[in-house]
T-cell receptor, first 117, second 114 residues
Framework: DTGVSQDPRHKITKRGQNVTFRCDPI?????LYWYRQTLGQGPEFLTY????????KSRLLSDRFSAERPKGSFSTLEIQRTEQGDSAMYLC???????????????FGPGTRLLVL | AQSVAQPEDQVNVAEGNPLTVKCTYS??????LFWYVQYPNRGLQFLLK??????LVKGSYGFEAEFNKSQTSFHLKKPSALVSDSALYFC????????????FGKGNQVVVIP
């Protein structure tokens, strides 16, 4: 399967702990996105990379959140000092960076469900 | 800022009947519009998109959607619903150029009754 993959699929942690999630995009895609989805809501944009450059961050991305894409391939999202309000599904998506209509479609991974106790 | 409204929380339809899931949007300029479907504990699967051209777009699994600029709508339709279409459907919008973020609606739960 050459789709977007995310690891882990589920994470349970205690408040105050740090967690890190990984996303592997579709191999030829140079754009990568992180979204957060809470119960009963649509996904909310967190941040966006083109290759290794982080080009946009949402106000939702507090100082406790940091995302990296060091070699322009996989990405990590770290949450420091987790809070119960961080409990959500964290979704990663990727898209082509070339011109044309195909570059506009974001393909999503299965998500990482985080529960902070 | 762009926004999407999906006015109905749940859509119930009998198997074999037409299915419509409504979406209206607010964005400057000519929008890019998308529909995604989400099954329980899964990520979002792309169904179809409108970028430019023909207002009626066809997508995966027999779904189609019509872009109506005057009504700022992009309703999702399927002529004959299947039980397997029961899922959560999300409409999303992004303005052309620059900003790459998608703004999603809150989603519609579709229940297809056998």
């Amino acid at each position: 399967d050459t789709g977007v993959s995310q690891d882990p699929r589920h994470k349970i942690t205690k408040r105050g702990q740090n967690v890190t999630f990984r996303c592997d995009p579709i191999s030829e895609h140079n754009r990568l996105y992180w979204y957060r989805q809470t119960l009963g809501q649509g996904p909310e944009f967190l941040t966006y990379f083109q290759n290794e450059a982080q080009l946009e961050k949402s106000r939702l991305l507090s100082d406790r959140f940091s995302a990296e894409r060091p070699k322009g391939s996989f990405s990590t999202l770290e949450i420091q000092r987790t809070e119960q309000g961080d409990s959500a599904m964290y979704l990663c998506a990727s898209s082509l960076g070339t011109s044309g209509e195909n570059r506009e479609t974001q393909y999503f991974g299965p998500g990482t469900r985080l529960l902070v106790l | 800022a762009q926004s999407v409204a999906q006015p109905e929380d749940q859509v119930n339809v009998a198997e074999g009947n037409p299915l419509t899931v409504k979406c209206t949007y607010s964005v400057s300029g000519n929008p890019y519009l998308f529909w995604y479907v989400q099954y329980p504990n899964r990520g979002l699967q792309f169904l179809l998109k409108y970028i430019t051209g023909d207002n009626l777009v066809k997508g995966s699994y027999g779904f189609e959607a019509e872009f109506n600029k005057s009504q700022t709508s992009f309703h999702l339709k399927k002529p004959s619903a299947l039980v397997s279409d029961s899922a959560l459907y999300f409409c999303a919008v992004r303005p052309p150029g620059g900003n790459n973020r998608l703004a999603f609606g809150k989603g519609n739960q579709v229940v297809v009754i056998p």
